[in-house]
């Protein structure tokens, strides 16, 4: 489940409503909503984000939350211009190995990204 579902489920549940309910309150079916919440479609940018966000009447913070969660449930990325062709190897790597990849790969995987930044308690290189 992308963190956006996850955050729009949370959303909703924590204001026991039903799928129905809160789709007549931010205006659209709720197949379209049952969409959002199952990962079955992305999660509406930019304009359609705020508008659901008025709608949702959330406080700051869990706007703050929503919006972070759709930028991170993105399902494609770019890399930056002039990347090392050793960074396009690892990316499209990674990519076939996503349908079957384990917790321990993805531990792995994120403990070595935050080497860079020093989370480890490993000396900066």
């Known amino acids: 489940m992308s963190p956006f579902a996850y955050q729009l489920k949370k959303i909703r549940t924590d204001r026991q409503l039903q799928q129905k309910t809160m789709a007549e309150m931010i205006g ?3 197949s379209y909503l049952s969409a959002l919440e199952t990962d079955s479609k992305v999660p509406p940018q930019n304009e359609k984000l705020l508008q659901l966000l008025k709608k949702l009447n959330l406080n700051s913070e869990e706007e703050t939350v929503l919006i972070v969660a759709a ?3 993105k399902r494609s990325i770019r890399l930056p211009l002039k990347a090392q062709s050793r960074l396009f190897e690892i990316c499209h790597q ?3 190995q996503l349908p079957c990849i384990s917790d321990l790969q993805l531990e792995l995987i994120g403990l070595a ?3 860079n930044t020093n989370e480890v308690g490993v000396p900066k290189m």
């Open 28 to 30: 659209c079916e709720q």
């Open 71 to 73: 930028e991170k449930s």
């Open 94 to 96: 990674l990519e076939d």
């Open 113 to 115: 990204l935050r080497i």
